[in-house]
């Protein structure tokens, strides 16, 4: 593995200072060989490691024990390592609120950290060109999304802000999300229709990536059915969250990091130049209105991006 991809983090992402308390929020699914190789680096920043042990969380957005939360509202800065993500939790909102910068860097493994692999980057030198991607999202008014595979979506993102991810977790109260790299908005509710065919990835529901794709049908804004022998995945999972609300689309993004790949580490998966993603349920944080107990990320494989009609990307590259 390289210690190049642990400095990356440590330094780049985090920006870890002397003397904080930086707390690695973990459970029974954590990569121990991850845990170590950054206690071992926040303490020779002169940092101090606050390995947080939590259960397992039952579904994307759970809370941790107050114990836990009280933790995090404390700390100096937080990287997420638990086996679902909870970054969209109420203990992560206050704990950045209080000034805590955030990774969330769920179900990551030892090969992650792979000498020239997706957190090896250089997250400040591609941070410009996911930056001006944001700002067309921001500008425009409709968006197309199309893959070989068979995806075609359309819908509105009139008033809406571009939502960008760099990796970059440096100053006060930042959240972010390396290996992820991606730009993205949350549809207008209501406004989308059209195929989604996810061929990469259902994040966090089974061992990844799909064996064969699952296809969701969205009419106005909203997922009306699923297809393929493996949709009970996702099916099963909304069905686990008890919420109607999670048949919102709550987001479209893109992903620029050229070193990911489609594997089984869905935060890699996520990361990879040329594909994009939609989500099901919660989208306060791209701009959306939709207050869902969780965010379920589908990832498809050489996307095409349009706005407003004009091309911007074609499978990671830039039109």
Known sequence: ??????????DSCLAVRPGEQVVLLTDDGTDVAVVDGLREGIGARGAVPVVARMPMPRLPGSEPPTTVAAMMFEAGAIIELTSLFIGSCLARRRATGNGARYLAMPGVRLET?????????DFGGLRAGVEAVGDAWTRALTFRLTTPGGTDLRGSIE???GRVLHGLACSAGDYMAPPDIE?????????ANGVVVVDADLLFMGRGPLPEPVVLHIHDGELADVEGA?????????????????????????????????CAVAMETESSLGTAHIAL???????????????LDCVMRDATLELDGEKVLI???TA
Request: hydrophobic letters at 45%; proline letters at 5%.
């Open 281 to 295: 349920g919660n989208s306060l944080a791209y701009g959306g209105v939709v207050d869902a107990v969780a965010h």
């Open 315 to 317: 499978a990671g590259v």
């Open 230 to 262: 493996e949709r009970h995945r996702l099916t099963d999972m909304i069905d686990r969250c008890g919420d109607r609300r999670m048949s919102n689309l709550a987001e479209v993004s893109m992903a620029f990091n050229p070193a990911g790949l489609v």
């Open 183 to 191: 730009a993205g908005a949350a549809p207008l509710e209501g406004s």
């Open 1 to 10: 593995m390289s210690g190049a991809a642990f400095d990356n983090v440590l």
């Open 159 to 161: 008033g809406r802000p």
């Open 113 to 121: 950290f792979r000498e020239g692999g997706p957190l090896t980057v």
